[in-house]
């Protein structure tokens, strides 16, 4: 075999495993309830302690989230916390007219001097083909949402990307701290609880 016939040969079967999605689909979209995600966050807000969140919570709110910001080159994501903390992420993304399911370990939490959550990508599949992250990423910073920024194979994301929700009176919230232990998502959620307390006392007085 020649050595073009050859490379081709190899392209042809990189290909193949980059288009090969060895995941199980998402649930289709709207049928993603982050309902019960989002009681914890406003919970977490009244008590000042971490909203607790399992994978599928926390896979809820980002999904809902990417909806509400009209992306469509990432439908959806789901998320697993695995014994070590460490967590695994699954996005189907679609990239110049192909679907590809990219599949990702992560450490993931909270930078305190840049306020951002930080997600350090420690292995990173495209189908079944591995790929190196930092090599990756470096092709997608173009496409990050606006305020998030990378350095080598870590990721830094704005809250807003997560947990900025319209509530009662116009009180803004937002995701202001992130851990990832025991099998779940600990996230702090502030919000302007003056705007709330406002609200709560104009309802009182209907009721009264």
């Known amino acids: 075999m020649s050595v073009p016939v ?36 406003l919970v977490a807000a009244g008590t000042g302690k971490p909203a607790e969140l399992t994978g599928e919570e926390a896979g809820a709110l980002m999904t809902r989230k990417l909806a509400q910001n009209g992306q469509r080159a990432v439908s959806g994501v789901r998320l697993t916390v695995n014994s070590d903390n460490t967590v695994d ?21 909270w930078d305190s001097a840049k306020q951002t959550i930080r997600a350090e990508v420690n292995s990173l599949k495209i189908g079944r083909l591995p790929v190196d992250p930092a090599w990756a990423l470096s092709h997608a910073t173009d496409s990050l949402p606006e305020g998030a920024g990378r350095e080598g194979n870590v990721l ?53």
């Open 6 to 41: 050859l490379l081709l040969a190899v392209v042809g079967i990189l290909f193949a495993l980059a288009l090969n999605d060895p995941n199980a689909p998402l649930a289709p979209g709207g049928e993603t309830d982050s309902s019960a995600a989002a009681a914890k966050l």
């Open 89 to 109: 992420a699954y996005l189907p993304v679609s990239y110049k007219g192909t679907k590809l399911g990219v599949s990702a370990n992560l450490t993931v939490g």
């Open 156 to 208: 830094y994301l704005p809250p807003p990307m997560f947990g900025t929700y319209g509530m009662p009176n116009d009180a803004p919230g937002s995701i202001s701290g992130l851990e990832v232990r025991d099998g779940k998502f600990l996230l702090n959620f502030s919000v302007d609880m003056a705007k709330l307390e406002d609200y709560l006392k104009e309802q009182l007085k209907s009721i009264l």
